[in-house]
């Protein structure tokens, strides 16, 4: 099934790295123009040029933190100004601290929300009256911890929460105003944010990596770790036409981990 998202300008937060950059790639494979959002400068320069050198797109970087306020208005006016239009909102940025729940420090908690939840709260915000023109799509990725949730785990889980709550709420003013939205929840990817865990894990053990991988695997119940480029690819589907009577959903990509908890 081939999908075609040629000359939508699709804004794509945490965009330098990990998911982000997987669901810019595979956007802009499929033709559209990915505008994308980081904090990280030599990241998002890496992230570009790997872009524009495999799909011929030309990708505009904003340098930003978005935890802050004021940032993302000034994300969306400097994609608007340059690229005219926006078709396609995704928020993947954002990522949270796994710790004992009484070692977590009020601090950890503001940190965990600043990015992931109130960051996407803003950029949906600034994007909704070009996204309302365009009839374009929000896509927030949040995580199946929502489904699954941990006791080291207690900042990620309710962030995921919250932000596919606030997503179907959104949804809700999308079917009025022509805007689609809807919610990604990866499970176990196989990406840096992964390979940081397993370090944790291999330093604070006797384990060394492979070990730890087999014991992930088997706590989680599936039998791999799952591909950025499957989050990419699916990514793509919820932006495209093909997906334009989805709406309002969260959908697990964890290969069956949660099992519709």
């Given at each position: 099934?081939?999908?075609?998202?040629?000359?939508?300008?699709?804004?794509?937060?945490?965009?330098?790295?990990?998911?982000?950059?997987?669901?810019?790639?595979?956007?802009?494979?499929?033709?559209?123009?990915?505008?994308?959002?980081?904090?990280?400068?030599?990241?998002?320069?890496?992230?570009?040029?790997?872009?524009?050198?495999?799909?011929?797109?030309?990708?505009?970087?904003v340098a930003t933190d978005l935890s802050k306020r004021g940032t993302a208005e000034e994300c969306v006016q400097e994609a608007v100004r340059q690229r005219g239009q926006i078709d396609i909102l995704v928020n993947c940025a954002g990522a949270?601290?796994?710790?004992?729940?009484?070692?977590?420090?009020?601090?950890?908690?503001?940190?965990?929300?600043?990015?992931?939840?109130?960051?996407?709260?803003?950029?949906?915000?600034?994007?909704?009256?070009?996204?309302?023109?365009?009839?374009?799509?929000?896509?927030?990725?949040?995580?199946?911890?929502?489904?699954?949730?941990?006791?080291?785990?207690?900042?990620?889980?309710?962030?995921?929460?919250?932000?596919?709550?606030?997503?179907?709420?959104?949804?809700?003013?999308?079917?009025?105003?022509?805007?689609?939205?809807?919610?990604?929840?990866?499970?176990?990817?196989?990406?840096?944010?992964?390979?940081?865990?397993?370090?944790?894990?291999?330093?604070?053990?006797?384990?060394?990596?492979?070990?730890?991988?087999?014991?992930?695997?088997?706590?989680?119940?599936?039998?791999?770790?799952?591909?950025?480029?499957?989050?990419?690819?699916?990514?793509?589907?919820?932006?495209?036409?093909?997906?334009?009577?989805?709406?309002g959903i969260a959908i697990d990509i964890d290969g069956g981990a949660s099992r519709g908890q």
């Amino acid at each position: 099934m081939e999908i075609e998202l040629a000359n939508k300008v699709a804004i794509i937060t945490g965009g330098s790295k990990g998911l982000g950059r997987a669901i810019a790639m595979e956007m802009a494979k499929a033709g559209a123009d990915p505008v994308i959002v980081s904090r990280d400068i030599e990241a998002l320069e890496a992230a570009k040029s790997d872009i524009e050198t495999t799909t011929g797109r030309n990708v505009l970087i904003v340098a930003t933190d978005l935890s802050k306020r004021g940032t993302a208005e000034e994300c969306v006016q400097e994609a608007v100004r340059q690229r005219g239009q926006i078709d396609i909102l995704v928020n993947c940025a954002g990522a949270t601290r796994r710790g004992d729940f009484f070692e977590l420090t009020d601090q950890d908690w503001d940190g965990g929300y600043a990015l992931k939840l109130h960051g996407a709260v803003r950029m949906c915000r600034a994007a909704w009256p070009y996204l309302k023109v365009s009839k374009g799509v929000v896509i927030n990725v949040a995580g199946v911890s929502l489904r699954t949730p941990t006791k080291d785990f207690t900042i990620g889980a309710s962030v995921n929460s919250a932000l596919t709550t606030f997503s179907k709420s959104l949804a809700d003013l999308g079917i009025e105003d022509g805007v689609r939205v809807n919610v990604i929840n990866p499970g176990y990817i196989a990406s840096e944010r992964l390979d940081r865990r397993v370090d944790a894990i291999v330093r604070s053990t006797e384990q060394n990596k492979d070990e730890v991988h087999r014991d992930l695997l088997a706590g989680y119940g599936v039998p791999r770790f799952g591909k950025p480029l499957e989050i990419g690819e699916f990514a793509v589907f919820l932006a495209s036409e093909k997906a334009s009577y989805v709406h309002g959903i969260a959908i697990d990509i964890d290969g069956g981990a949660s099992r519709g908890q």
